[in-house]
């Protein structure tokens, strides 16, 4: 049992991102109530939370088969016991692609956070649609989905980089100082890198699998990149970083 | 090269490209955010100048119009009242020499108050409301026409670049009226609207087709100069009924 646990759990990718969580509760209890109650905190905060949660879970189903079994069962998938990427779908495809397009919306005017509910509409009439007609079953891989999620997610941040280099409440802020704008860099470079590696993955993995492993690599880091902006956005109080208030129009 | 150590050559390659690229984006970011801050500081600056050069002018202008003023007077009110004096210091009856030093105060106190005037302190002194009722009554002394003035409320503690813009725009308004439009009744009111506190100035006069006398005139200027304080002009008149101007102040 115990190797076995270990190889399911005792990866560096997994140790590292538990460890950024145990970290972040630490800053977030940190906070004053006042923080913890503003959405640039506690939003960061569930985001450092899900995934966590989600990889956790997939690390879980491969130790435990009969459980992943079942769920696959319950999903209607007898056919291919093993998989697991339901987690992925449900948790990071659905959920977290949806707290972090409420993050950036937050730091967003208010004409272009209509624009980005909009796009929240619609990924979710979408992804409901494509699941219920069985488009992508939820219990296999979900590339339309997929593609949904990152176009609106890099369209939002568009967007803010939009507003950052017009709106005038932009003009008195030093860009390095704030936590938005290092966040939704990340999240950008993530979402463009693990575009790129989706939509190419079929193909890297057959005739490029060094340049396939890289790119897994990169998006990996990157991940546990943007993990550690969200960290610091709730450890900044506590450390004395010294960021900036968001402008007056967020 | 063993398959290992080529996946992580690769990977490093992969890596610093993407983080190159990251780093650019970044850069770019700030850069352009930058010589966004510093176009509009050199804006701010144009702004700020012009302001500047509009209170300068408003501030010649206003001296000009004093001066003219104290001419006036020195001809018309002190340069009677010397000659007076002069007759009645001549006279040996006593009673008529009293007068003539009664007339010399006079003349003194005249000067003091003309001396007053020759600087802008008396700007700062003095509330629109006090300047408002010291034009109408010069108006109205002059027996040219009646005047009223009416106030809801009292316009003190103004900044000074905002008294000096309504002090040469009440000037110009009223200079207006008494040579181009020939009114029985110049009449002021001061009152408090939802837009901020308004200064309405109105005569009976001649009036003129606004739309087409409005360009050119003076009141572009007035207009621009209130626009410079943040506040707001307006002009009607109609031929024969007479003009109205309306002067808002910023909240």
């Known amino acids: 049992m115990g190797s076995r646990f270990i190889q399911a759990f005792g990866n560096w990718y997994l140790i590292s991102i538990d460890l950024i969580l145990v970290i972040g509760i630490v800053y977030f209890l940190k906070l004053p109530n006042d923080k913890r109650a503003n959405i640039h905190y506690w939003l960061p905060f569930l985001i450092l939370i899900f995934p966590v949660f989600y990889e956790n879970l997939g690390a879980y189903t491969n130790f435990n088969f009969e459980f992943k079994k079942s769920v696959n069962a319950l999903l209607g998938n007898t056919e291919h016991p093993r998989y697991n990427v339901w987690v992925y779908n449900i948790f990071n495809q659905q959920i977290v692609t949806l707290l972090i397009l409420f993050l950036v919306k937050s730091y967003l005017p208010i004409r272009s956070k209509r624009i980005v509910s909009w796009l929240m509409f619609f990924f979710i009439v979408m992804s409901f649609f494509i699941v219920a007609f069985e488009l992508e079953p939820i219990y296999g891989s979900q590339p339309l989905i997929f593609s949904i999620a990152a176009g609106a997610i890099l369209t939002s941040c568009g967007l803010y980089f939009m507003s950052f280099i017009t709106e005038d409440g932009y003009l008195e802020s030093n860009p390095l100082r704030l936590a938005s704008f290092w966040q939704v860099s990340f999240i950008l470079f993530y979402h463009s890198a693990i575009f790129l590696k989706t939509i190419s993955q079929k193909y890297l993995w057959a005739e490029l699998y060094d340049f396939g492993r890289s790119l897994q690599f990169i998006n990996t880091s990157l991940w546990i990149v943007l993990m550690i902006t969200m960290l610091l956005t709730l450890a900044a109080p506590s450390l004395k970083l010294n960021f900036e208030n968001e402008p007056s129009h967020v | ?251």
């Open chain 2, 1 to 251: 090269m063993s398959e290992e150590s080529s996946t992580i050559v690769t990977m490093i390659i992969a890596s610093f490209f993407l983080a190159a690229l990251m780093s650019f984006f970044i850069i770019a970011m700030v850069f352009i955010h930058r010589q966004r801050q510093v176009q509009n500081r050199q804006k701010l600056d144009q702004v700020r100048i012009e302001h500047e050069k509009t209170l300068l002018n408003i501030e010649n202008e206003i001296q000009q119009e004093t001066l003219t003023h104290i001419g006036r007077e020195l001809h018309d009110n002190i340069g009677q009242l010397l000659s007076l004096a002069k007759l009645y210091l001549g006279s040996i009856r006593p009673h008529k020499q009293e007068e003539g030093m009664e007339t010399l105060n006079m003349v003194i106190q005249e000067v003091r108050g003309l001396s007053k005037e020759l600087n802008l302190d008396w700007v700062e002194a003095i509330s629109i409301n006090d300047f408002i009722v010291k034009q109408l009554e010069r108006i109205s002394s002059t027996g040219f026409c009646t005047t009223n003035f009416t106030a809801e409320v009292e316009l003190t503690d103004l900044p000074k670049d905002q008294k000096l813009v309504l002090i040469r725009g009440i000037q110009e308004s009223l200079n207006n009226a008494i040579k181009h439009a020939f009114p029985d009744k110049i009449e002021i009111e001061i009152r408090q609207s939802s837009n901020g506190n308004q200064i309405i100035i109105q005569d009976n006069g001649e009036g003129f087709d606004s739309p087409v006398k409005f360009e050119g005139s003076g009141m572009t200027n007035l207009k621009k100069r209130m626009d410079t304080i943040g506040g707001n002009f307006s002009l009607s008149s109609t031929v024969g009924l007479g003009t109205q101007i309306i002067l808002t102040l910023p909240k």
